[in-house]
């Protein structure tokens, strides 16, 4: 039992480590929240994710059928990730900016803001190919597995999870404090062009899928 238990969370571990340090678009949405504003709008963003992937685990060992129907209509889902990531990484490109160096106390900015970043959080990360395809092969890998493995498993993995993307928020917190204005700006605009580009690459990697 005990060799059981510590089986699920060496693999629970595993798979957290790789869906948090994987390169996507939250990673550098994270940045840009943590830098326009401060890392409470960054933890916002980051409990946003958090609940999309709760969401996905539950339905996933849930009711793994409805996860397999998302997948089925992966094309849509991407047309609409890429277009959102690229204008929300166009306007944050293209916005104007005015040298200004950061506070060293955190932004003040109401509720209905952190919602809307919340929000955010929570649609990009749904939205996301990826995340789909990751969650669907973990929850298949581990269908033989009893209820007990799987809840220590993914309970593990959403722990890890969470607790890596507020260590992101809390480096970019202290990042965005020691450098310049100018380059304050370099690095935002920066964030919103990988951003941008991301979400291109999404949409020309879906439309390449159907020309093969």
Not at 126 to 155: D, E
């Amino acid at each position: 039992m005990q060799l059981e238990v510590l089986d699920a969370v060496i693999k629970g571990v595993l798979v957290g480590l790789f869906m948090a340090i994987s390169v996507g678009p939250t990673l550098f949405a994270v940045i840009k929240y943590s830098m326009d504003n401060s890392y409470k709008a960054g933890l916002a963003f980051v409990l946003g994710v958090s609940f999309s992937d709760f969401l996905y685990v539950t339905i996933a060992n849930v009711a793994a059928s409805w996860l397999i129907v998302l997948g089925k209509h992966g094309d849509m889902i991407a047309y609409i990730g890429s277009a959102i990531l690229i204008i929300v990484g166009t306007a944050g490109t293209l916005r104007k900016m005015k040298p200004k160096r950061p506070a060293k106390e955190a932004a003040t900015i109401s509720g209905a803001h952190y919602v809307r970043i919340w929000a955010s959080g929570f649609i990009i990360n749904t939205i996301n190919p990826g995340v789909i395809i990751s969650w669907l092969a973990a929850v298949s890998a581990t269908a033989n597995k009893t209820g007990g493995y799987r809840l220590i498993l993914f309970g593990t993995c959403l722990v890890l999870i969470l607790s890596i993307d507020f260590l992101k928020v809390f480096l970019a917190e202290k990042i965005r404090v020691l450098l310049t204005p100018r380059r304050l700006i370099y690095v935002q605009r920066g964030s919103s062009l990988i951003i941008a580009c991301l979400g291109a690459l999404l949409l020309v990697k879906t439309l390449m899928s159907h020309g093969t």
